[in-house]
Every structure is written in C-alpha cells, then in structure tokens.
Nanobody, 123 residues
Framework: QVQLVQSGGGSVQAGGSLRLSCDST???????MAWFRQALGKEREGVAA???????TYAEAVKGRFTISTDSAKNTLYLQMNSLKPEDTAMYYC??????????????????WGQGTQVTVSS
C-alpha cells in the first residue's frame, strides 16, 4: 500500500508563492504522480502531473505559474506555486497511479491519495 503524506500550503496574499510537498513510500508500480485541487463547492480538478519518464502536463489555469517536480532520492513530489491568485484557493491533494495513465489530469487515473492541504490566497 502506497502512503502519501503532504506538507506545505497555508495562507498567502495574491502574487505570493507557496510550495507543497508529498512524501511517498516507494513502490515499483507507481508510474505517475499528480496534484489535484478542490475549491469549496466545486469538483476536484487536475492541476499538474508528471511521470517516471519526465513527462509533465499542466492545467491551463496554472501554466507558467506552477511547476511540478520530483526528488526520486527522497520519493517526494513537489508543487511550486508562484504568482498565486485568489482563484487558486482550494484544498490540494497529491495522487499516485500506475502505468496506465491515458488521462493524467483525471481522478480515475490515480490509485492513491494524500490527505490534502489547504491553500488560501487573499486579494
């Protein structure tokens, strides 16, 4: 069983930066990892994803502002968030999945989820 433990997040003013971290237990079956977010009253949406081949993809709303990365030595996934906007306010979740990942920003791709961490951006 893969365990994902998140840290980071918090409150920041618009234009500021935050970094989220997601520590995972190693599992050979994990091929892709991602960040999702869910704002109050809205559905969970994919933010960014990266796989073991170095492929990355981002939601249009965060392109150019957010960067997903991994530290394989530490089995840690990161999300660097710059130029934050109030509409980025949400609960953020990391996720991990296996090699079958035709839709990297869709929830159904992922088997394992972190506990969530709140990001609040004030105007």
């Amino acid at each position: 069983q893969v365990q994902l433990v998140q840290s980071g997040g918090g409150s920041v003013q618009a234009g500021g930066s935050l970094r989220l971290s997601c520590d995972s237990t190693y599992d050979y079956s994990i091929y892709i990892m991602a960040w999702f977010r869910q704002a109050l009253g809205k559905e969970r949406e994919g933010v960014a994803a990266t796989d073991s081949q170095g492929f990355t993809t981002y939601a249009e709303a965060v392109k150019g502002r957010f960067t997903i990365s991994t530290d394989s030595a530490k089995n840690t996934l990161y999300l660097q968030m710059n130029s934050l906007k109030p509409e980025d306010t949400a609960m953020y979740y990391c996720a991990a999945g296996g090699p079958y990942c035709p839709f990297p920003l869709r929830e159904g791709t992922y088997l394992y989820w972190g506990q969530g961490t709140q990001v609040t951006v004030s105007s």
